[in-house]
Structures are given as C-alpha cells and as structure tokens.
C-alpha cells in the first residue's frame, strides 16, 4: 500500500464531506468553530471504548471552548450506532458527537490515518486539532494498543487557543491558570528592555509572565 501524505502544521486542513451518525458533515461547516478530529481503529473493541467514554466525559468541558468533537473509523453507520447504543447502555455516557463511517477511507486517506506497518484497512490512533480558520495545529498519533489521555488533548486545545488569542507560549506542563513563556527577544535592544520590564526573567531568553486577564 502507499505510505499517505500528512498534513503538516500551521497549513490548511484537508477538506471532506463524509456520512456521519449525525448526518452528512464536512469541515468546512465548522468553520469558526476548533475541531478534534481523532480516529479510532474499530467499533466493538475494549480500548477504543474507553475511549470514546472518555470523549463523552468531556464533552461539555470542549463545547465551552468552541471545540466539535468529530470520530471517524472505517466502520459502517450501522456499526457506529449499534456501538453507540452499546455504550450508553452498559456505560451510561451519552455520545453526543458525530461519528465518521468512513468505509471508502477517504477521510483516512486525506488524513494520513492508515500505517500499513501497524494495520492495512484500520486507522491508528490519530488527533488532529483544526482552528476556526481551518488550519491544522497539532497532530498526535498513538498505537493501536495505547489509549490517549483525553485530559492531554483537552489541555492542548488549551494551550493552542491562549497562544492564538495572546501570542505567548506554554510550558512543559502548562494548565490554564499558570505563567505563560513570553516570545524571545529577536533584537539586543529588546533583550535589554526585556530584563528591565518586570517579568519573571531567568536570562534575558528566558521570561515568564501572567497571562493577562483579557487574554
């Protein structure tokens, strides 16, 4: 099989218009809107239902960030809903966002889902984060026999949208309420006026702030 393209950060995402448990869905109509879009090897199967639990855990906490939720497999709607269904009823969690039947693999395709090293016809664990713009801005891939922290994904979105709105970076570790690292001076002058300024400098490259409130 042919290894697929990648998205690459930073660059428009790929667009498609794919059957959904939620109807017929593209990118595009979430224009305006952060999407997570992540893969899942197959309906029917333990770690990818701990998963999608966990998802569902969440999905408020991602709404109230402008975040769609979007899952995709090679499965059929028919699978995705029976599986659906399964969950609610022996977990008692609501899936209440769409799920890609991706059954002619054009999303995984586009998306560089599929690794013929680790499987031919199943996705691997794929995360992709689209901006309102529709730009990719990470991307995250696990084995098929690790689940994600679905805490790690939402904390990213965190850390995407504070750099978006304020210009600043995260580190290591960062949670929302922590001191942001200021962008590193590009001139001399600025390198001294940096150390002067009152921020939290450790040498003149190094500055942590507080993220300002209106940011």
Same mark, same amino acid.
């Given at each position: 099989?042919?290894?697929?393209?990648?998205?690459?950060?930073?660059?428009?995402?790929?667009?498609?218009?794919?059957?959904?448990?939620?109807?017929?869905?593209?990118?595009?109509?979430?224009?305006?809107?952060?999407?997570?879009?992540?893969?899942?090897?197959?309906?029917?199967?333990?770690?990818?239902?701990?998963?999608?639990?966990?998802?569902?855990?969440?999905?408020?906490?991602?709404?109230?960030?402008?975040?769609?939720?979007?899952?995709?497999?090679?499965?059929?709607?028919?699978?995705?809903?029976?599986?659906?269904?399964?969950?609610?009823?022996?977990?008692?969690?609501?899936?209440?966002?769409? @799920?890609? +039947?991706?059954?002619?693999?054009?999303?995984?395709?586009?998306?560089?889902?599929?690794? /013929? !090293? #680790? =499987?031919?016809?199943?996705?691997?664990?794929?995360?992709?984060?689209?901006?309102?713009?529709?730009?990719?801005?990470?991307?995250?891939?696990?084995?098929?026999?690790?689940?994600?922290?679905?805490?790690?994904?939402?904390?990213?979105?965190?850390?995407?949208?504070?750099?978006?709105?304020?210009?600043?970076?995260?580190?290591?570790?960062?949670?929302?309420?922590?001191?942001?690292?200021?962008?590193?001076?590009?001139?001399?002058?600025?390198?001294?006026?940096? @150390?002067? +300024?009152?921020?939290?400098?450790?040498?003149?490259?190094?500055?942590?702030?507080?993220? /300002? !409130? #209106? =940011?």
């Amino acid at each position: 099989m042919e290894m697929p393209a990648l998205p690459r950060l930073n660059e428009p995402a790929p667009q498609f218009t794919a059957k959904s448990t939620r109807g017929d869905i593209s990118v595009e109509q979430f224009k305006g809107k952060w999407i997570v879009l992540f893969s899942h090897p197959a309906d029917f199967t333990p770690v990818c239902t701990t998963e999608f639990i966990e998802f569902a855990r969440l999905q408020d906490e991602f709404r109230r960030r402008n975040v769609q939720l979007i899952g995709v497999s090679i499965d059929s709607i028919y699978a995705h809903v029976a599986w659906i269904r399964n969950i609610e009823e022996h977990f008692g969690v609501k899936i209440d966002f769409p @799920v890609i +039947a991706d059954l002619d693999m054009k999303v995984a395709k586009a998306y560089g889902m599929i690794h /013929p !090293a #680790a =499987a031919d016809t199943s996705t691997v664990r794929c995360v992709f984060i689209i901006d309102p713009d529709q730009n990719v801005r990470a991307m995250i891939y696990y084995p098929l026999t690790t689940g994600r922290n679905t805490d790690e994904i939402l904390r990213l979105v965190d850390a995407l949208q504070v750099n978006t709105r304020a210009k600043v970076a995260t580190p290591a570790n960062w949670r929302p309420g922590d001191k942001v690292i200021l962008p590193a001076p590009i001139t001399q002058e600025d390198a001294e006026q940096r @150390v002067h +300024a009152g921020y939290e400098c450790t040498d003149w490259y190094f500055c942590k702030a507080e993220l /300002p !409130a #209106a =940011a």
